[in-house]
């Protein structure tokens, strides 16, 4: 065997080391769970550490519960332990994301986070897709600079210094607003971890 390709999937293709080990569809299946979620920026806060499962039970069930782990009653616990153990864990186990030692109750992130940590950056949910919107930003800057060259209504006065110096301050604020916002879905990040 060349020492370029490692054995892959059960299809019995060959990958090489560049090549995806999570399929998108999946990257998308396992993100689209919130517990799933909280795991794994709780996980990547603690990257390189083992992290006992009633750890991350109390810290997830904090969370849902928009509550302190001192506050959170058994029941809130419970749901939490019960759908991790059974059902979020061995998923993210079973696509590489995490190790999971249910005997030992013990979790870790693996290589594989990193690719689920690409999605959670640049495909935030509930966003408009920053892509969009700076293609928005652009129509809006042509289109103010074609009134201003026509001497439309307001920008009639404006001139060529003013209309640079609007149109930087926008694109300037827009990278802001997207610097702050991106690092808030980083894994691991002080932010990720906020309910």
């Keep these: 065997m060349s020492t370029d390709t490692i054995p892959a999937t059960d299809a019995g293709e ?15 299946e396992v993100l689209s769970n919130d517990r799933r979620q909280h795991v794994l920026n709780y996980m990547k806060h603690r990257e390189g550490e ?36 059974q059902s979020h864990l061995p998923k993210l186990d079973e696509y590489d994301i995490v190790e999971y030692d249910p005997r030992r109750g013990e979790v870790e992130l693996t290589e594989g986070a990193r690719e689920v940590q690409m999605y959670l950056e640049y495909a935030p949910r509930n966003e408009i897709p920053w892509s969009h919107y700076y293609l928005g930003l652009s129509g809006v800057a042509a289109l103010l600079t074609l009134v201003t060259w026509a001497g439309v209504g307001p920008f009639a006065g404006l001139g060529g210094l003013s209309l640079a110096a609007v149109l930087v301050a926008l694109f300037a604020t827009s990278a802001v607003v997207h610097t702050f916002r991106s690092r808030k879905t980083l894994l691991g990040s002080d932010e990720a971890l906020e309910p």
Excluded: G
């Excluded at 060959?14 to 998308?28: G, H, S, V, W, Y």
């Excluded at 969370?63 to 302190?68: A, G, I, R, V």
């Design 50 to 85: 083992s992290v006992q499962l009633r750890e991350l039970v109390d810290q997830v069930a904090a969370w849902e519960n928009d509550t302190s782990i001192e506050e959170l009653d058994s029941s809130a616990r419970k749901c939490v332990y019960t759908a991790l153990r």
């Design 14 to 28: 060959l990958q090489t080391p560049a090549t995806p080990t999570i399929k998108r569809e999946d990257i998308f």
